[in-house]
């Protein structure tokens, strides 16, 4: 009996200390990013132009870090305080907020262009805590560095807005897996426009259309089903909704829309904002950030639609919305 005390004492201590270690272990090797490259940004008149428009219509930044939208109103548009933060997101492992993003104390005002650089393509903030993988920054991370330099100089500009957000604070294991996902971005070149089919999955990526349009589990896309939708989301307002099928698939996907079609779908999307339908709860909503897109010029929603039907088409119907 003495025997059986003193073995289960030494298990327990050795459980323990294994525990210990690995602990110890994630939070001294991880986030691993690598060596950082200090980065200093010219911020020029050009930068903060293409900025502008990579923040606002490609990145779509400012729809996930503005909490003071109208969740009432037909795509949510943004009553003020843009880029401030504070937007809840549903549906996730813990209670994950959208960060300060304005020139502000309370948000990158004491944050240097390195700060900003690797929050954005590595997903480790300025006092080195990983941020959730809903930022995008592993699609980021494959960007041209100078269109990153252009998101970063056009961020210094916008009106800042004091406004302490939230703290995240993830589930666990999901605190701790999140240590494991940063790591360090491999930049490409951005395509000629020219390339159209490059340019358009340049674009795409850029984008993160694939965050929504692509099914996941445990965080991981479902191969073979690649812009073939079905991804979930709950809507604040009741009910949930399901990214779409925009694979050339003939019956279920976008097989026999056309490039005007595309674009259009995009433009329509401000009248009917513009019409200011009222959305009750249990009503339908869209999550997709089109008036974000619609500003897209129509070069880049035709490269994008050129991308797309290049890609494999998938038979996946889907029922888009549901109470």
Not at 289 to 314: C, H, N, R
Request: proline share 7%; hydrophobic share 35%; glycine share 8%.
């Amino acid at each position: 009996m003495k025997f059986f005390w003193i073995l289960l004492k030494v298990t327990t201590l050795t459980i323990f200390l294994i525990l210990i270690g690995g602990f110890s272990f994630l939070y001294i090797k991880y986030p691993d990013i690598g060596k950082k490259e200090e980065i200093k940004i010219e911020h020029t008149p050009e930068q903060i132009r293409r900025g502008e428009y990579l923040v606002k219509h490609v990145a779509a930044c400012l729809g996930c870090h503005t909490g003071d939208k109208n969740n009432l109103k037909l795509y949510n548009p943004i009553v003020k305080n843009i880029g401030a933060g504070n937007g809840k997101f549903l549906g996730l492992p813990g209670d994950f907020y959208s960060k300060n993003i304005t020139p502000a104390l309370t948000g990158l005002k004491n944050w240097t262009d390195t700060d900003i650089f690797y929050a954005i393509t590595a997903g480790v903030s300025k006092d080195g805590t990983p941020l959730f993988p809903l930022m995008p920054y592993e699609n980021y991370a494959q960007m041209d560095k100078e269109d990153i330099y252009s998101i970063i100089a056009y961020l210094r500009t916008i009106p800042p807005v004091e406004n302490q957000v939230e703290k995240s604070k993830p589930d666990f294991p999901m605190n701790l897996i999140m240590r494991t996902i940063p790591k360090a971005p491999e930049f490409s070149q951005r395509p000629e426009p020219e390339d159209t089919v490059a340019y358009g999955k340049y674009l795409y990526t850029l984008a993160s259309c694939d965050h929504c349009h692509t099914q996941k589990i445990n965080g991981k896309s479902l191969e073979g089903m690649e812009h073939a939708g079905g991804f979930e989301l709950p809507l604040s307002t009741g009910g949930k909704v399901r990214s779409t099928n925009i694979t050339p698939d003939i019956q279920t996907g976008i097989g026999l829309w056309t490039r005007e079609n595309f674009i259009a779908r995009f433009k329509a999307s401000v009248a009917r904002a513009k019409a200011n339908p009222d959305i009750k709860p249990g009503e339908f909503n869209s999550l997709m950030p089109w008036l974000e897109y619609a500003g897209m010029t129509d070069q880049d929603l035709g490269a994008i639609f050129a991308y797309l039907m290049s890609s494999k088409p998938v038979s996946n119907k889907i029922q888009i919305f549901e109470k």
